[in-house]
């Protein structure tokens, strides 16, 4: 079992910046994918950014240029720095990792709320 605890979210005026962390109970990163995914109200979740275990990234159209996913392997978290913010990216952020050993494994965090508003 692996736990997943987000930080870090909070109200943000649009052009700003916040970092998102997740800590993972567990050492993982070389074995699981890791991604945050966001939803918005009445929206449908979706992936933001992720690292395969390998370290390879990937992030949504929406994102590029802007969120920056990174992870430490020593304190097991995985971050997400989101710059650039816009009314659009106001969304619950969740961590999620995954694997496709022991039989397939995928695990939540609780969710963080982001607001972009003036």
């Known amino acids: 079992q692996v736990q997943l605890v987000e930080s870090g979210g909070g109200l943000v005026q649009p052009g700003g910046s916040l970092r998102l962390s997740c800590a993972a109970s567990?050492?993982?990163?070389?074995?699981?994918?890791m991604g945050w995914y966001r939803q918005a109200p009445g929206k449908q979740r979706e992936l933001v950014a992720q690292?395969?275990?390998?370290?390879?990234?990937n992030y949504a159209d929406a994102v590029k240029g802007r969120f920056t996913i990174s992870r430490d392997s020593a304190k097991n978290t995985i971050d997400l720095q989101m710059n650039g913010l816009k009314s659009e990216d106001t969304a619950v952020y969740s961590c999620?990792?995954?694997?496709?050993?022991?039989?397939?494994?995928?695990?939540w965090g609780q969710g963080t709320q982001v607001t972009v508003s003036s």
């Open positions: 999620n990792a995954r694997t496709t050993l022991f039989g397939g494994r995928n695990y």
């Open positions: 567990k050492s993982i990163f070389n074995i699981y994918t």
């Open positions: 690292m395969l275990s390998s370290g390879s990234t």
